[in-house]
């Protein structure tokens, strides 16, 4: 999927920002600035999210990580699911499953307090019933899930990214320690004490990760099916792990 991104952003800016603001909005484009903390917002699915600086922008691929985490929860369970969605930032993962499963208990930690300011903004918007806890990943955590699902940080510290991601959105929601792997071995090293028998984690990933996180898996839980996929750009994104 190639994506003419200078279009794409220009008639973004057309159909969210006020004409008034127009030729401001165009000119803080060209100066670096991403299009969606212009408008404050960014299209998720069929819906729309607010966000802003705080938080990482939403991407496509995370929009596919929900799409098909969806239909593996629709395949693998029958009735309530319980799920928890780990460095939620903007909320859109969560209030996306909250809203499109209808027998669903979504929960949402994050340890920045900013972020959850603004998932929280995103669920009062949509009427979810999504609980937000402010938290480091699963640490102290006592509650159990059927369902884990991540895009936690996962570009290397030393990893060379484009300018205008690398000026402008949080560190904190893009980079993380031991080659961009922290936090897929504190969440599979931690989690299965949070875990119902019949469980399923969804992870986003970096697209030369995979191998890396199919061997914590295999690590740190036992009798399990681990497989990846990749995503519209044939590029390994997803990690998924069903008990069995």
Request: net charge negative; with cysteine.
């Amino acid at each position: 999927m190639n994506i003419d991104i200078e279009k794409y952003n220009e008639d973004y800016l057309r159909k969210y920002l006020d004409p008034s603001k127009l030729e401001e909005g165009l000119r803080r484009l060209k100066s670096g600035e991403p299009v969606q903390y212009i408008v404050g917002n960014v299209d998720f699915f069929e819906f729309n999210y607010d966000i802003d600086s705080r938080v990482l922008i939403p991407r496509f691929e995370t929009e596919e990580l929900v799409d098909r985490t969806i239909k593996y929860i629709n395949k693998y369970y029958d009735g309530l699911v319980k799920i928890v969605d780990l460095g939620t930032g903007s909320g859109c993962i969560a209030n996306t499953l909250s809203l499109k499963l209808d027998n669903s208990i979504v929960s949402a930690i994050d340890i920045s307090t900013d972020a959850l300011d603004v998932a929280k903004h995103n669920s009062k918007k949509y009427n979810t019933d999504v609980k937000f806890i402010n938290n480091d990943m699963l640490d102290g955590i006592t509650d159990k899930f059927d369902v884990i699902i991540s895009n936690p940080p996962y570009i290397s510290i030393d990893e060379q990214i484009m300018d205008v991601v690398k000026n402008n959105e949080p560190s904190l929601a893009l980079y993380a320690s031991n080659n961009g792997l922290y936090f897929y071995d504190k969440i599979l090293s931690t989690c299965k004490k949070n875990l119902n028998d019949n469980f399923f984690i969804a992870f986003e990933i970096g697209q030369t990760q995979a191998l890396a996180i199919i061997e914590l898996t295999n690590k740190y839980l036992s009798n399990v099916d681990v497989w990846s996929e990749k995503d519209l750009n044939g590029l390994d994104r997803y990690i998924f792990i069903k008990s069995k």
